[in-house]
């Protein structure tokens, strides 16, 4: 079965820092991989997403993240926090058909401080 | 606007009651989901549907019971026999095939007391 690995429960980063949170995942093939930002009490928004190619996909509030098939994982950087970037980020696999759910890591809480 | 409505916000029941939590999309997507989200253990499966009149369990869908009547809606039912439902439930909806992408609505927090 796929399974997601967030090691970090909980990072905190002076604003103006860079950020890495980190994923890894568990899955025979090259799954499609998501990762997914949450305010409290909130939704999730889609922060970028990886099909095949590049293995460097850019997302959105300036995001990015490396697919490294050798070590199954698709870390998240930042290379300037914001205030605004504290909340709860998911990392996320689908099976690479397209037909199957999302399977979600436990999450990372980033706080931001001055 | 196209997007995904969980209607209530928040909902409170008493103990050994049903209740259901509402899910609209106008995104045209067939697929939906329903996740379970607890503090400090990601968002957990529950249903989800491919297409309308078929649906199929997640990995925690004991206490749980859905329907899928039409395309846009996936209500999610949170019977009595759920042992712990005081939790947040999220709602989704993806295209299938090809290159999927999972939108979430806002959730519902569900409080038994």
């Known amino acids: 079965a796929q399974s997601v690995t967030q090691p970090d429960i909980h990072i905190t980063v002076s604003e103006g820092a860079s950020l890495e949170l980190r994923c890894n995942y568990s899955y025979g093939a090259t799954p499609y991989l998501f990762w997914y930002v949450q305010s409290p009490g909130q939704g999730l928004q889609l922060l970028l997403k990886y099909f095949s190619g590049d293995t460097l996909v850019q997302g959105i509030k300036g995001f990015e993240a490396e697919f490294k098939r050798s070590q199954s994982s698709f870390n998240l950087r930042k290379p300037s926090v914001h205030w605004s970037d504290a909340a709860e980020y998911f990392c996320a696999v689908e099976a690479g058909s397209g037909n199957t759910p999302l399977v979600f890591g436990k999450g990372t809480r980033l706080s931001v401080i001055a | 606007d196209g997007g995904i409505t969980q209607s209530p916000k928040y909902l409170f029941r008493k103990e050994g009651q049903n209740v259901t939590l509402s899910c609209e999309q106008n995104?045209?997507?067939?697929?939906m989901y329903w996740y379970r989200q607890d503090p400090g253990q990601g968002l957990r499966l529950i249903y989800y549907?491919?297409?309308?009149?078929?649906?199929q369990k997640g990995d925690i869908a004991e206490g749980y019971s859905v329907s899928r009547e039409k395309k846009e809606s996936f209500p999610l039912t949170v019977t009595s026999a759920q042992k712990n439902p005081t939790a947040f439930y999220l709602c989704?909806?993806?295209?299938?095939?090809?290159?999927?992408?999972?939108?979430f609505g806002q959730g519902t927090r569900l409080t038994v007391v």
């Open positions: 995104l045209n997507h067939d697929a």
């Open positions: 989704a909806s993806s295209t299938t095939g090809g290159r999927p992408e999972a939108f």
């Open positions: 549907s491919q297409i309308v009149n078929d649906f």
